[in-house]
């Protein structure tokens, strides 16, 4: 039997249209106040990072700073994907897994100079059969040492963000818990780094990066191809 909803009164088109519009006012204070909370995030102190950090992936072991693939800016997402796990051997957990689903094509964030990659404790093979199963492409790698409990998710998911500068890495901010959730586009994942979506119209300290917002956007398949 189908519960009773209590539903909004139903209105003419010009009665809707001036509700549209009444809450489109609290819409742009909401678009606002997320692009100032992103601008003081790249006001954020940063934490060096000192330990050596051992990786995984399908070419090898790699550091915390191959990781980074030669760009300037890291952001890895910790997806629990191990013996253990619900799910396990044949999925990620479902929270991850619906993380996992929601992730853009990372040729956008290289765009911008940035790399993401997922991390776990299963072993790479596993990690590419689930990875093939899933159709996920993006890089995975499998974490080899305490990375998990020294960036806070150890026993949880998160999100963590790093920068390089010259030979030094540093981290710089860290999302988990319901912050995960709206992870996955583009910009999302631009607007908790140190340098952001790195455009013109944004509050950023002197000297960041800046280009004019589209001029950089392009199809996924044809960066660096102009």
Not at 39 to 68: C, H, I, N, T
Not at 82 to 110: F, M, N, T
Not at 152 to 162: I, L, M, Q
Request: proline content about 5%; aromatic content about 12%.
């Amino acid at each position: 039997m189908t519960t009773a909803m209590t539903t909004p009164g139903v209105v003419s088109a010009g009665e809707w249209q001036t509700e549209w519009e009444r809450l489109l006012v609290k819409e742009k204070e909401l678009t606002r106040a997320r692009d100032a909370m992103a601008a003081a995030r790249r006001r954020m102190p940063w934490q060096a990072v000192d330990k050596e950090y051992a990786f995984e992936g399908p070419d090898g072991k790699v550091s915390l700073s191959g990781l980074f693939a030669g760009r300037r800016q890291l952001v890895v997402y910790r997806a629990f994907l191990e013996p253990g796990v619900h799910g396990w051997p044949d999925h990620a957990c479902k929270g991850c897994s619906l993380v996992a689903d929601q992730v853009a094509d990372v040729r956008h964030l290289h765009a911008r100079d940035t790399s993401l990659v997922f991390a776990s404790r299963a072993p790479q093979q596993d990690i590419a059969r689930v990875k093939a199963r899933m159709g996920w492409t993006m890089p995975w790698y499998t974490m080899l040492d305490d990375f998990d409990a020294d960036f806070g998710v150890a026993e949880w998911h998160g999100t963590n963000a790093f920068i390089r500068d010259g030979d030094r890495v540093y981290r710089t901010y860290f999302v988990n818990n319901r912050g995960d959730e709206a992870m996955g586009s583009t910009w999302s994942y631009l607007d908790i780094t140190a340098l952001g979506r790195q455009e013109a119209w944004e509050d950023s300290p002197e000297g960041y990066p800046r280009t004019p917002p589209y001029d950089w956007w392009n199809w996924h398949d044809a960066y660096g191809a102009e």
